[in-house]
């Protein structure tokens, strides 16, 4: 039986754990299927850098990394000699000890590393939820592009107020909240966030045409083209304000 020894992170894993690993999978599937929520930007294809993570225990037992990984770890934040993309790394006969870095290349600016944003501004599903059609959509439309995730904010628009604005985002800006939600990586738009909670983003069929959809709880008007909404009047002045 191979195990995996998890050593404590604050946000993923705060106690630590041990585990029965499963072999001939990759340690990020072993981590997924504890529960344990490391990010894995590209659904691990070997694109992303976000899986990182360190053996402490084991390192030298893992099969060989490929260029592509070897080019891909250059760029992850808290680089280490025994430093693995856990998505590229296949669980054997071999117990493995593993530290997961305090952040990812997500968190922190390319050119500009710095500390991590506010820990108050981590997004889950339960703040803004993305439909597997919706993700598998915005998936294709990441995986075409060099961009690492999609940034939603408000915008003035139409005859009804506001509509939403969608990009396709190499990095998340300071103020941003985020997360990895259904294995996208989504930023909102700090002032947009309260506005848009509860949300969840669909990917239908309309008519001929095929559209993401945004269900947002908060709006309480939409105008007849539905290209615009607007929120009940106490959100609306705080929105107006900003
Ligand atoms: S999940 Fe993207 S490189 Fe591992």
Not at 228 to 236: G, I, V, Y
């Amino acid at each position: 039986m191979t195990k995996i020894k998890v050593l404590p992170h604050a946000q993923l894993c705060p106690d630590g754990l041990e585990f029965n690993a499963e072999k001939g999978i990759s340690v990020c599937e072993n981590l997924l299927n504890q529960d344990i929520d490391i990010e894995h930007a590209c659904e691990l294809s070997c694109a992303c850098t976000t899986c990182h993570v360190i053996f402490t225990e084991g390192f030298n037992s893992l099969n060989e990394s490929s260029d592509d990984e070897e080019d891909l770890l250059d760029k992850a934040w808290g680089l280490e000699p025994r430093s693995r993309l856990s998505c590229q790394t296949i669980v054997t006969d071999s117990d493995l000890e593993i530290e997961i870095p305090k952040y990812t290349i997500n968190m922190v600016s390319e050119n500009h590393p710095k500390a991590p944003r506010n820990e108050d501004k981590k997004i889950s599903s339960i703040d803004f939820e993305i439909s597997n059609k919706a993700a598998n959509h915005l998936s294709a439309m990441l995986n075409s592009s060099d961009s690492s995730g999609i940034r939603i904010s408000l915008e003035d628009s139409g005859c009804s107020g506001y509509a939403y604005k969608l990009d396709l985002v190499k990095n998340i800006e300071e103020s941003d909240f985020s997360g990895t939600i259904n294995g996208i990586n989504l930023y909102i738009h700090d002032k947009s966030f309260t506005f848009l909670k509860g949300t969840k983003l669909d990917f239908i069929q309309k008519n001929l045409n095929e559209e993401l959809v945004f269900n947002n709880p908060n709006v309480s008007a939409e105008c007849g083209c539905g290209e615009s909404f607007n929120f009940d009047s106490t959100l609306a002045t705080e929105l107006s304000s900003i």
